[in-house]
């Protein structure tokens, strides 16, 4: 069904379960976030997102990744309020992550050149990370691996592998590296050798026919079931093919 | 036991008990609550019953009940049918309360209350200030019955609002509830008539009817009480929920540190079954329901509506956008009315004696009565049950009985870790859902907790930000961080390292925690914070200004010495844990300041006033 709303005045058309977050960057309409990645379910947790949705007549702030547009809903996505709160979760997350070049860009555009707040200090070291899940939902959402996961509460927070150890359902893909919106997850390949730092993993790469090293064992048999791919099809890497 | 095959059969049940009991039967009430307990209650029921054995005593029955709510005064006994209540009583006092006061009929002066304030002396439960400034309309039953007894549940009336319930159908009930506007007691004070409607008008092949027992505020325990001393009022209005909803399953989530509330709802789920109340066709109707206990996840977030239906569902408790309510979809998706324990032990009473008799006790738009447990500094201390808009002072003061050793009276913080601190003139507010919020406090489950003129307010407020830090679940960037930020500068205050700059950060930073957070944990987590620095402005600023705490509570900013009124008696150099207390016998002495770690133990045990804090 097709559903009708307003985006800063403008009327736009939705259809129904699209996020308003979506619906608003497809018309055009810059909305900031940390945690939100298409491939994979909102989450709600950086709070940039934040919107004002009016809904029968009742205004309030909310945020848009994990807002399921309505018919009739009035929203605008700027205005001095929002801009403020904006401006303070980028200075909280500024402090977390002072050397991502990612979130430092995106805090000058609210103003936000330094933090106030003293350098981290978190319960739990945290090393960058903003705890915005973004790595551990692409890992069980799309790697199918669900080798990461968010232990403890408050401010010990931390995201990692379930028993801080290597994580073994872990195929080093690299997806979460990839995802990670402050570049914490350190990957590289070496020697042979492929390496998730964050999480500790290492796994030895698979040689080509021409002994190409290209991809971890682990992960190409992974892919080989997830897409039904014949044994050998890897022997080639994809430009020998 | 038998079932009761039909509504009508209930009262006929009813009579049978009644027969055996006569109104003007000689009961020994026990109170083995947790409190009491505490105090060794369960030897003084089993020195009663020894007793009872041993001297012959054949018309007196024995009862252990729940919780009588004056846990301080514990162990609370109470002879009836006059309502004569011995406070403090020891197991080693049992054998001659038995002999003078049951058999001899004698008043034994020592156990009974004596008022702290005018020293007075009180017999009767309901003449004690503590009683009877109280409306018990659901702590009250507690002392009348054992809780492992349904058949004591239905000798007061028990399950009579079900059977009228279901003789008057689901249209009635649900009617009933919206017209005597109960309010939801576990925090939001919600309308629960009309989150029935809704959620029994939300399309579906289930519904679900849930009470929320979780219960995490620190120092709370009003739903522990009512679930220990009675659990079947709860039972019995959620039965009344279902049939009003429309559901055939319920769930009854209670906090991992309540074992006895469990093993109590277990066992009257069984006697329940076991009568017809509960299972299939209930009272031989077209209404079949049953109840699961579920343990609770052990985290105070656990109490949000979205997390316990998580955690029931198995997965983490985490609380999730609710952009759709839950009463439309819940648990496993499907529609879920969740109510508190107290909320739902009101709706019989609610059926049983009709909507216009609810709504004339409390206010207009909060009717019935609330359940409190007042705390801090206040001379009589427990659970105190009032009628909505009731005055502060009132609570505090009558009920309450004031403030200990004379001290004066500073701040009252209600609504628990998220409630805000009221100031002396608001004690003459009305306590009811509405006039705290517009306060800036709230409600919430009915903590209570008052202070004193030796409380320093920044300290409060860093104490419950340093809760809710550790309680967020961490999802949200402003609850976890924004929380932590919070407590970090509310500590630089009780340091001396903040400045009025730090000031304006705090409530700049308090607006976004409060406007941008996902779920109520953190939405209402600056209300400490915010409403101290509303009322107690002047003292931030004497943290920040002059690097003085004037309650002299904040270590950093404080220092102990030693005047000239010491008479050199040396018990405060013997009892210092630093050892840094020096000089001779009969001279004056002087604290070592840089060894000091301010525990204040010199403050205490001085007899000379001589020990000075700044
Ligand atoms: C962090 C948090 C903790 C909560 N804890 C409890 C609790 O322990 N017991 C409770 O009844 N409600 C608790 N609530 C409120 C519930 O979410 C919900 O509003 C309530 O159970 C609804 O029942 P009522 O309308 O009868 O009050 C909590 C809410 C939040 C945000
Ligand atoms: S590298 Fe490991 S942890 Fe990261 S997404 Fe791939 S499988 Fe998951
Ligand atoms: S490691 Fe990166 S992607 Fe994962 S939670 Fe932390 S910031 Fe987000
Ligand atoms: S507001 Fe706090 S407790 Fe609630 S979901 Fe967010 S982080 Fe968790
Ligand atoms: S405050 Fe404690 S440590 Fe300091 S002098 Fe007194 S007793 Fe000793
Ligand atoms: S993108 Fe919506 S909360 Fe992070």
Same mark, same amino acid.
């Given at each position: 069904?097709?559903?009708? &709303?307003?985006?800063?005045?403008?009327?736009?058309?939705?259809?129904?379960?699209?996020? &308003?977050?979506?619906? !608003?960057?497809?018309?055009?309409?810059?909305?900031p976030?940390?945690?939100?990645?298409? !491939?994979?379910?909102?989450?709600?947790a950086?709070?940039?997102?934040?919107?004002?949705?009016?809904?029968?007549?009742?205004?309030?702030?909310?945020?848009?990744?994990?807002?399921?547009?309505?018919?009739?809903?009035?929203?605008?996505?700027?205005?001095?309020?929002?801009?403020?709160?904006?401006?303070?979760?980028?200075?909280?997350? &500024?402090?977390?992550?002072?050397?991502s070049?990612?979130v430092?860009?995106?805090?000058?555009?609210?103003?936000?050149?330094?933090?106030?707040?003293?350098?981290s200090?978190?319960?739990?070291d945290?090393?960058?990370?903003?705890?915005?899940?973004?790595?551990?939902?692409?890992?069980?959402?799309?790697?199918? !691996?669900?080798?990461?996961t968010?232990?403890?509460?408050?401010?010990?927070? %931390?995201?990692?592998?379930?028993?801080?150890e290597? =994580?073994?359902?872990?195929?080093?893909?690299g997806?979460?590296?990839?995802?990670? =919106?402050?570049?914490c997850?350190?990957?590289?390949? %070496?020697?042979?050798?492929?390496?998730?730092?964050?999480?500790?993993?290492?796994? =030895?790469?698979?040689?080509?026919?021409?002994g190409?090293?290209?991809?971890?064992?682990? %992960? &190409?048999?992974?892919?080989?079931?997830? !897409?039904?791919?014949?044994?050998?099809?890897?022997?080639?890497a =994809?430009?020998?093919? | +036991?038998?079932?009761?095959?039909?509504?009508?059969?209930?009262?006929?049940?009813?009579?049978?008990?009644?027969k055996?009991?006569?109104? #003007?039967?000689?009961?020994?009430?026990?109170?083995?609550?947790?409190?009491?307990n505490?105090?060794?209650?369960?030897?003084?029921?089993a020195?009663?019953?020894a007793?009872?054995?041993?001297?012959?005593?054949?018309d007196?029955?024995?009862?252990?009940?729940?919780?009588?709510? $004056?846990?301080?005064?514990?162990?609370?006994?109470?002879?009836f049918?006059?309502?004569?209540?011995?406070?403090?009583?020891?197991?080693?006092?049992?054998?001659?309360?038995?002999?003078?006061?049951?058999?001899?009929g004698?008043?034994?002066? /020592?156990?009974?209350?004596?008022?702290?304030?005018?020293?007075?002396?009180?017999?009767?439960?309901?003449?004690?200030? $503590?009683?009877?400034?109280?409306?018990?309309?659901?702590?009250?039953?507690?002392?009348?019955?054992?809780p492992?007894?349904?058949?004591?549940?239905?000798a007061l009336?028990?399950?009579?609002?079900?059977?009228?319930?279901?003789?008057?159908?689901a #249209?009635?009930?649900?009617?009933e509830?919206?017209?005597?506007?109960?309010?939801?007691?576990?925090?939001?004070?919600?309308?629960?008539?009309?989150?029935?409607?809704?959620?029994?008008?939300?399309?579906?092949?289930?519904?679900?009817?849930?009470?929320?027992?979780?219960?995490? #505020?620190p120092?709370?325990?009003?739903?522990?009480?009512?679930?220990?001393?009675n659990?079947?009022?709860?039972?019995?209005?959620?039965?009344?929920g279902?049939?009003?909803?429309?559901?055939?399953?319920?769930?009854?989530?209670?906090?991992?540190?309540?074992?006895l509330?469990?093993? /109590?709802?277990?066992?009257?789920?069984?006697?329940?079954?076991?009568?017809?109340?509960?299972?299939?066709?209930?009272?031989?109707?077209?209404?079949?329901?049953?109840?699961?206990?579920?343990?609770?996840?052990?985290?105070?977030?656990?109490?949000?509506?979205?997390?316990?239906?998580?955690?029931?569902?198995?997965?983490?408790?985490?609380? /999730?956008?609710?952009?759709?309510?839950?009463?439309?979809?819940?648990?496993?998706?499907?529609?879920?009315?969740?109510?508190?324990?107290?909320?739902?032990?009101?709706?019989p009473?609610?059926?049983?004696?009709?909507?216009?008799?609810?709504?004339?006790?409390?206010?207009?738009?909060?009717?019935?009565?609330?359940? $409190?447990?007042?705390?801090?500094?206040?001379?009589n201390?427990?659970?105190?049950?009032?009628?909505m808009? +009731?005055?502060?002072?009132?609570?505090?003061?009558?009920?309450?009985?004031?403030?200990?050793?004379?001290?004066?009276?500073?701040?009252?913080?209600?609504?628990?870790?998220?409630?805000?601190?009221?100031?002396?003139?608001?004690?003459?507010?009305?306590?009811?859902?509405?006039?705290?919020?517009?306060?800036?406090?709230m +409600?919430?489950?009915?903590?209570?907790i008052?202070?004193?003129?030796?409380?320093c +307010?920044?300290?409060?407020?860093?104490? $419950?930000?340093?809760?809710?830090?550790?309680?967020?679940?961490?999802?949200?960037?402003?609850?976890r961080?924004?929380?932590?930020?919070?407590?970090?500068?509310?500590?630089?205050?009780?340091?001396?390292?903040?400045?009025?700059?730090?000031?304006?950060?705090?409530?700049?930073?308090?607006?976004?925690?409060?406007?941008?957070?996902?779920?109520?944990?953190?939405t209402?987590?600056?209300?400490?914070?915010?409403?101290?620095?509303?009322?107690?402005?002047?003292?931030?600023?004497?943290?920040?200004?002059?690097? /003085?705490?004037?309650?002299?509570?904040?270590?950093?900013?404080?220092?102990?010495?030693?005047?000239?009124?010491c008479?050199?008696?040396?018990?405060?150099?013997?009892?210092?844990?630093?050892?840094?207390?020096?000089?001779?016998?009969?001279?004056?002495?002087?604290?070592?300041?840089?060894?000091?770690?301010?525990?204040g133990?010199?403050? #205490?045990?001085?007899?000379?006033?001589?020990?000075e804090?700044?």
């Amino acid at each position: 069904m097709t559903l009708n &709303l307003t985006i800063n005045g403008v009327r736009v058309e939705a259809e129904e379960g699209e996020s &308003l977050l979506d619906v !608003a960057r497809r018309n055009g309409f810059e909305i900031p976030s940390l945690c939100h990645h298409e !491939a994979v379910a909102a989450y709600g947790a950086c709070r940039l997102c934040l919107v004002e949705v009016t809904k029968g007549g009742r205004k309030k702030l909310t945020t848009s990744c994990n807002y399921e547009v309505l018919g009739g809903i009035e929203v605008v996505t700027e205005s001095a309020a929002i801009r403020r709160h904006r401006a303070m979760v980028l200075e909280l997350i &500024l402090a977390e992550a002072p050397e991502s070049a990612t979130v430092k860009a995106l805090a000058a555009e609210y103003g936000v050149t330094r933090s106030r707040f003293a350098a981290s200090g978190a319960g739990e070291d945290r090393d960058g990370c903003i705890l915005c899940g973004l790595c551990a939902r692409v890992c069980a959402e799309v790697v199918g !691996a669900n080798a990461l996961t968010f232990r403890k509460r408050g401010d010990n927070r %931390q995201m990692g592998t379930p028993f801080v150890e290597e =994580p073994q359902t872990c195929i080093a893909c690299g997806a979460c590296a990839w995802v990670c =919106p402050t570049s914490c997850v350190g990957f590289d390949e %070496q020697n042979g050798e492929r390496k998730v730092h964050r999480w500790k993993r290492s796994l =030895p790469l698979a040689k080509t026919e021409k002994g190409h090293a290209f991809a971890p064992q682990f %992960q &190409l048999f992974h892919f080989r079931k997830l !897409a039904k791919l014949e044994a050998d099809f890897y022997k080639k890497a =994809p430009g020998e093919r | +036991m038998t079932r009761i095959g039909k509504a009508s059969e209930l009262a006929a049940y009813r009579a049978e008990l009644l027969k055996k009991r006569p109104a #003007d039967a000689k009961v020994v009430a026990v109170c083995c609550g947790t409190g009491c307990n505490a105090y060794g209650a369960q030897k003084v029921y089993a020195a009663f019953a020894a007793e009872l054995a041993k001297q012959g005593v054949k018309d007196w029955a024995l009862r252990s009940t729940g919780c009588h709510g $004056f846990c301080e005064r514990g162990t609370l006994v109470v002879m009836f049918p006059e309502g004569m209540l011995y406070q403090r009583v020891k197991p080693e006092d049992v054998a001659e309360i038995v002999e003078k006061t049951l058999k001899g009929g004698e008043t034994l002066e /020592r156990f009974l209350y004596d008022d702290p304030v005018t020293g007075e002396k009180h017999r009767l439960e309901h003449e004690i200030p $503590f009683y009877k400034h109280q409306e018990r309309l659901i702590l009250g039953q507690n002392g009348q019955l054992n809780p492992e007894s349904i058949d004591d549940y239905i000798a007061l009336g028990g399950y009579l609002g079900l059977a009228k319930a279901l003789e008057h159908g689901a #249209d009635w009930t649900l009617e009933e509830v919206k017209k005597a506007n109960v309010r939801g007691r576990g925090g939001g004070g919600f309308p629960a008539g009309k989150k029935w409607e809704t959620c029994r008008n939300a399309k579906s092949d289930k519904h679900y009817v849930i009470c929320n027992a979780d219960e995490g #505020d620190p120092g709370a325990f009003m739903d522990r009480s009512v679930l220990e001393g009675n659990p079947h009022s709860v039972i019995e209005g959620m039965i009344i929920g279902a049939l009003a909803i429309g559901s055939d399953e319920g769930f009854i989530y209670v906090r991992h540190e309540y074992p006895l509330a469990v093993k /109590r709802l277990e066992q009257a789920l069984v006697e329940a079954r076991g009568l017809g109340l509960l299972g299939e066709k209930i009272l031989g109707s077209s209404l079949s329901f049953d109840i699961r206990i579920n343990r609770g996840g052990g985290a105070f977030v656990c109490g949000e509506s979205t997390a316990l239906m998580a955690s029931i569902e198995g997965r983490v408790g985490e609380p /999730r956008a609710k952009h759709i309510n839950t009463a439309i979809q819940g648990l496993y998706n499907k529609p879920s009315n969740l109510n508190n324990v107290e909320t739902w032990a009101n709706i019989p009473l609610v059926i049983n004696r009709g909507a216009e008799w609810y709504t004339s006790i409390g206010t207009k738009g909060s009717t019935g009565t609330k359940i $409190f447990s007042l705390v801090g500094k206040v001379n009589n201390t427990g659970l105190v049950e009032v009628p909505m808009g +009731m005055t502060l002072r009132k609570i505090i003061f009558e009920i309450g009985g004031g403030i200990p050793a004379g001290r004066k009276f500073k701040a009252v913080q209600t609504g628990g870790p998220s409630g805000g601190c009221l100031p002396a003139e608001k004690l003459d507010l009305p306590v009811d859902f509405d006039t705290l919020w517009n306060e800036g406090s709230m +409600m919430g489950s009915g903590g209570m907790i008052v202070m004193d003129d030796r409380t320093c +307010m920044v300290d409060v407020a860093k104490y $419950f930000l340093g809760f809710l830090k550790f309680e967020s679940c961490g999802k949200c960037t402003t609850c976890r961080e924004g929380i932590r930020r919070l407590h970090e500068l509310v500590t630089a205050v009780t340091e001396g390292r903040a400045t009025e700059e730090t000031l304006q950060l705090i409530e700049d930073l308090s607006e976004t925690v409060e406007a941008a957070s996902l779920c109520a944990l953190g939405t209402t987590a600056t209300n400490p914070v915010r409403s101290t620095l509303k009322f107690f402005r002047e003292e931030y600023l004497a943290h920040v200004k002059e690097r /003085r705490c004037p309650a002299a509570v904040c270590k950093t900013l404080i220092r102990y010495d030693i005047n000239e009124k010491c008479t050199g008696c040396m018990v405060c150099a013997k009892r210092c844990p630093q050892k840094c207390i020096s000089g001779e016998r009969k001279k004056l002495h002087v604290i070592d300041q840089s060894k000091c770690i301010k525990c204040g133990i010199c403050l #205490d045990v001085c007899k000379f006033d001589a020990v000075e804090v700044k």
